[in-house]
Nanobody, 117 residues
Framework: QVQVVESGGGLVQPGGSLRLSCTTS????????MAWYRQTPGAQRELVAS???????DYSDFVNGRFPLSRAIDENTMYLHMNSLEPGAPGVYYC???????????WGRGPQVTVES
């Protein structure tokens, strides 16, 4: 059974940084396409950044170079380094591990990130 656990959320001031971590157990992330999504109150879940099995990185336009994604296969962990955070509605950031078909997509619970003074 694959399990996904995120950590690293919290409260940060505008312009600050946070690092989110996503650790997968039950299978190697070397076989997974992984991604970070965020959801703000009243809005749909949206893609933030993703990495394919072969290591291709993709980012949504709003990231604008501020949130580099990395992974450590030996640690079975993916990271999202969030910089220059902007104030706004609090968002929950979900990690997704996809092993092939959509039925084999696993989600974490999602840490909340709040950016305010």
């Amino acid at each position: 059974q694959v399990q996904v656990v995120e950590s690293g959320g919290g409260l940060v001031q505008p312009g600050g940084s946070l690092r989110l971590s996503c650790t997968t157990s039950g299978d190697s992330i070397d076989f997974a396409a992984m991604a970070w999504y965020r959801q703000t109150p009243g809005a749909q879940r949206e893609l933030v950044a993703s990495i394919s099995r072969l290591g291709r990185l993709d980012y949504s336009d709003f990231v604008n170079g501020r949130f580099p994604l990395s992974r450590a296969i030996d640690e079975n962990t993916m990271y999202l380094h969030m910089n220059s955070l902007e104030p706004g509605a609090p968002g929950v950031y979900y990690c997704s591990s996809l092993y092939g078909a959509e039925r084999d997509r696993y989600w974490g619970r999602g840490p909340q990130v709040t950016v305010e003074s």
